[in-house]
């Protein structure tokens, strides 16, 4: 895990593990459901999983000091993926490893950002996003139904 600072409770899943389960294209599909918000005592940033009967279980923590610019201001909220390769080895597959236009793209859906008071705010407008430069991994924009679409088959550098 390359996640300096990050504390982590859980046993199951945390930052930067390959998930085991992987939806198909013709296949069953799998979600996974994530939570992130600043816990209101300590100011920390938990992470809790959702599992598949609805308990919540806290992955970990990010403690207030790892984040000093988001103690009293403004969130910026980011959704999206991440692939690791040691040159020359070409990039993997991000995602179900097709592009957007495709139609078998992998999504996010159902995006949510939850106000200090507890309170969700669907997430269908496009926010400022990042790609690598070489445009292997583009994302599609936010649609009104809270969902954007990701990944791609990699590329050689």
Known sequence: MICPGFHKISSIIAP??????VSGIHGPKWFIKLRVFKEKSSGDWHV???KDNGIQELVGYFPKYLVPGLI?????ISFGGYVYHKKPQPSPPMGSGY???SGNATSFNNLRLIDAHGNDHVVNTD?????????SYTPSHIYASSRFFYGGGGCSD
Request: glycine share 12%.
């Open 16 to 21: 930067g593990m390959i998930l085991d389960k």
């Open 48 to 50: 809790y999983l959702y």
């Open 72 to 76: 009293n201001k403004k969130v910026e």
């Open 99 to 101: 592009v957007i236009a």
């Open 127 to 135: 926010l400022p996003y990042y790609i690598d430069g070489k445009g």
